[in-house]
């Protein structure tokens, strides 16, 4: 064990996406692939394309590849049929290239049998553990298959929600971890300019900023956060609530514009245009609008995994509300950190948000507390050294 903690490990990445393309498990990766590098270890990621980024490069040490053949947005339209053995090739090339003590997938348990089961081949011919990083879960029969019938070394689940789900499945709960996420405290912290976004988004000074981060769409709850608006805006004229992720994401089924026009037209027939900013934000502009808001709302009305925005607002010493739903409960403390609010219930909500808008002691309280715990259990050193623990593990028992 201990030549193992003393080996520079070769840790290969693959997931279907990763910046400019928003979401948690691309922020995730985009935390702890870096992080992995600086401690030494030689780190790859193979992912989709992405237009105007290049097929190779390195990110702060780590070697980014990009194929079509692992974006998902352009495999949903033009289907997974007759691909075998292309995907066989760019899998043996990546893993010829970076010669891997370890494989770790993140959401490769679901979307296409192919790809994991032709991975799992190449990794059991050549002896190489392949972890898996669930970050979601689904309810059909391919994620049931390549969950339980795939030969995982291991699986991380992101909360004890996800953990619970997995069990629930049939798989073997000595074989799960449970890693909670972590954050760049540097990036994300309550003394941030914001000058920057005040300048390019003139509407947001002298408003009472409500800041909904996680991407766009009614399984984020955002329709919710719409609905309570118009009861905030009774007592705050001047309040402004900020949807952000409108594009640039992972959309398998093509769903989230359907959403955003769905919401949009909510905005108008609600007469709350004047009190919406609907935006894409850089990663540098989340920071900043998190130090801009006084109040974050996830209402979220699905089996919500974990939520990474939870750690970037309270790493920025901002108070959350969320619903009581899949593993957010397990970050957000009702009354400590922020509240928790009953699924759909934008009365709950809107209760709520003008309780901290209205009180600002109560904010700075809650925001402390927030900025305290993710200091003390969700940076990414933390997350960082938990994964290679996993690694360890499973490389002591090969």
Not at 36 to 45: A, C, D, E, I, K
Not at 184 to 200: N, V, Y
Request: hydrophobic letters at 40%; aromatic letters at 8%; one cysteine or more.
């Amino acid at each position: 064990m201990a030549n193992q903690k003393k080996k520079r490990l070769n840790i290969c990445h693959l997931h279907w996406g990763f910046p400019p393309i928003i979401g948690g498990v691309e922020t995730h990766l985009k935390t702890i692939l870096p992080e992995m590098s600086r401690r030494g270890h030689r780190v790859s990621l193979l992912t989709g394309t992405v237009e105007g980024c290049k097929v190779k490069t390195k990110f702060h040490g780590v070697d980014i590849w990009r194929n079509p053949l692992m974006d998902l947005n352009w495999l949903y339209k033009r289907g997974l049929q007759g691909l075998d053995e292309k995907v066989l090739e760019i899998f043996s090339k990546f893993l010829d290239n970076f010669k891997p003590d370890i494989i770790h997938c993140h959401n490769m348990h679901y979307f296409s049998k192919m790809h994991i089961k032709t991975l799992e081949d190449l990794t059991q011919k050549r002896k190489i553990p392949m972890v898996l990083t669930a970050h979601n879960i689904w309810d059909n029969l391919l994620f049931l298959d390549l969950t339980r019938k795939v030969k995982w070394a291991h699986i991380i689940a992101v909360s004890h929600f996800i953990k619970k789900e997995l069990i629930g499945i049939g798989c073997d709960d000595r074989k799960i971890s449970v890693i909670h996420h972590g954050i760049d405290t540097r990036k994300f912290h309550p003394h941030i300019s914001t000058e920057k976004i005040k300048k390019k988004y003139p509407q947001l000074k002298n408003r009472k900023v409500i800041f909904h981060p996680a991407r766009m769409g009614l399984a984020k709850g955002c329709d919710t956060s719409i609905k309570a608006l118009r009861f905030i805006r009774e007592r705050f004229p001047e309040v402004i609530l900020v949807l952000a992720g409108t594009k640039n994401i992972i959309d398998w089924g093509a769903v989230q514009q359907k959403d955003i026009a769905y919401l949009v037209d909510l905005v108008h027939s609600l007469d709350l245009t004047e009190n919406v900013l609907i935006e894409m934000f850089t990663l540098s502009e989340m920071a900043e609008m998190y130090g801009l808001a006084q109040v974050c709302v996830y209402p979220s009305s699905v089996g919500e995994p974990f939520g990474l925005t939870m750690l970037e607002a309270l790493a920025s010493a901002k108070p959350m509300v969320i619903t009581n739903t899949g593993g957010m409960p397990e970050i957000i403390r009702d009354g400590i950190n922020g509240f928790v609010i009953p699924v759909r219930d934008f009365e709950a909500l809107a209760s709520r948000t003008i309780q901290l808008l209205a009180n600002q002691r109560l904010r700075e309280r809650l925001g402390y507390t927030g900025r305290q715990m993710v200091r003390s259990h969700y940076t990414k050193e933390i997350v960082t050294r938990n994964n290679l623990e996993i690694y360890r593990k499973m490389l002591a028992k090969k």
